[in-house]
């Protein structure tokens, strides 16, 4: 089997939400409506999102939010990149990432001439740019698909900074060689905000290691 990872220009609704900003979108397709996280600066994206699709539901958690699509992109985009997948009898691994106006996509084959035919096809319509591949020369039974970076959680920007510069600096070393208040003075930020999102990047990376834990 072959993998590869590779960046579209886009201009679907999602794609021009991320553009020019922070903010991330994740998406699980459901045919019926789209279900959507977002990272970041959410506001302007949401707003947008709500004018192209609309917007069923929404849930809010600290720098992330889940959203419900009314429809499904799909419904109202013309060239997504399903197609192309189908066309050359390849599998897309969800979710789909967007961010500063780009979709980053993972596609399985398991020849890797349909790849190659799938990234010609894809180029002669958009600006594509490969990111990463790989072949798996024995499936696993479980998780035949897992590596380290599609185990660790999308952090948000701010909690990336703040968590790498807490162990960089020894906020993890026994015993700490670093403070909270030292890292907050450090990104002229406030106690109580640096800690909450040390805890909230801890948490994500903790719940998504669990699972794989036995």
């Not at 429809?71 to 500063?100: A, M």
């Not at 208040?181 to 990104?187: D, G, I, P, T």
């Amino acid at each position: 089997m072959h993998e590869t990872t590779i960046r579209i220009a886009d201009d679907t609704a999602y794609g021009v939400a991320t553009a020019g900003n922070e903010a991330t979108i994740e998406l699980w397709c459901n045919e019926h409506c789209d279900l959507l996280r977002v990272h970041g600066p959410a506001d302007g994206v949401i707003d947008y999102v709500e004018r192209r699709v609309g917007v069923q539901d929404r849930v809010r958690d600290g720098e992330e939010e889940l959203i419900i699509t009314q429809d499904c992109l799909k419904q109202h985009e013309e060239g997504n990149i399903e197609t192309y997948v189908q066309r050359h009898s390849c599998l897309l691994l969800p979710p789909l990432r967007y961010e500063h106006g780009t979709k980053r996509v993972r596609v399985l084959a398991l020849d890797g001439q349909r790849l190659t035919e799938l990234f010609r096809d894809l180029t002669d319509d958009f600006d594509v740019t490969v990111d990463s591949k790989r072949t798996i020369n024995v499936p696993v039974s479980g998780s035949p698909l897992l590596r380290a970076e599609h185990l660790v959680p999308d952090l948000s920007p701010r909690q990336h900074e703040v968590l790498l510069a807490a162990w960089e600096r020894g906020y993890y070393e026994i015993p700490r060689e670093v403070t909270t208040a030292e890292l907050a003075e450090s990104f002229d930020l406030d106690r109580r905000t640096v800690e909450n999102h040390i805890r909230r990047a801890e948490q994500k990376l903790v719940n998504a290691i669990a699972d794989h834990l036995s």
